[in-house]
């Protein structure tokens, strides 16, 4: 790595939320950020509060469980801003219901968009970490791993990515690739909003009430978040790997 030459990061669905935080902390830890999102025009604000904050940013539309689109979209970063060397597997769909009145469409999507996506992702990345010697994966798991009512497909494709990390940690150790998983608990972004207009309550009792069953008293914002990716694809986290970290204001699991 040539002084002055910053090492590539991507963030999957860094459109909004936690993804658009941690992709704007990484630029300002020092990264190159390629913000994907399902689709490119989407990115924009992302890309230009990193740009309007000194950073370097590329927007890139892609559908992560599409293995021609990742494909595509990793060969563009690379050649547009450099090999990428840390992946945050971020993008996540979700599509609550009772189990007997979830549909097959229902389970497959949030499969195929938080699972598939995280492998296709970290398929074609891993041979520019490989290739560099380094390398730093982030999969975004949840506290709904440990089974949420009524997310039984969210619930399992959450808790099939820490499965999915501790492998990665295992066969990507020795080229000095390291991974880990964040499990957040509740975060206060578009995603939850919408959970609470589904139920019908007003987004700040939504947030009020799961306050008052956290320990630290309030709830997560996306920063959060942010900060604790920053910690694992540091310089300093490279004896950290296989981990799964519940980011929820308490213990959990």
Do not use: C
């Given at each position: ?8 990061a991507i ?6 939320g936690i ?125 709904s791993a ?108």
């Open positions: 790595m040539s002084e002055g030459t910053p090492r590539v963030v999957t669905g860094a459109a909004r993804g658009a935080a941690t992709a704007q902390r990484l630029a300002a830890d020092g990264f190159a950020v390629a913000v994907l999102d399902l689709e490119e025009t989407a990115t924009k604000e992302t890309v230009q509060a990193i740009e309007g904050a000194g950073g370097r940013a590329l927007g890139v539309g892609a559908d992560v469980s599409d293995a021609e689109q990742v494909q595509a979209a990793v060969e563009r970063i690379a050649a547009e801003l450099g090999a990428p060397v840390v992946l945050v597997n971020n993008a996540g769909v979700i599509r609550d219901n009772m189990l007997f009145k979830m549909t097959e469409v229902d389970w497959d999507l949030v499969m195929n968009v938080h699972l598939r996506g995280a492998f296709l992702m970290a398929r074609a990345v891993q041979k520019y970490m490989v290739e560099a010697k380094w390398g730093r994966v982030v999969n975004l798991s949840s506290t440990l089974g949420n009512r009524g997310q039984a497909n969210y619930s399992t494709a959450k808790a099939g990515l820490q499965g999915f990390t501790k492998t990665l940690a295992i066969e990507l150790g020795k080229f000095g690739v390291t991974a880990n998983a964040i499990a957040p608990g509740f975060i206060q972004t578009e995603m939850t909003k919408s959970t609470a207009e589904r139920m019908g309550v007003a987004f700040e009792d939504f947030i009020s009430y799961a306050a008052k069953e956290i320990p630290v008293q309030r709830v997560g914002q996306p920063e959060d978040i942010a900060h604790l990716v920053s910690f694992f694809v540091s310089e300093g986290a490279g004896f950290v790997s296989g981990q799964v970290v519940y980011a929820a204001g308490g213990p959990k699991a």
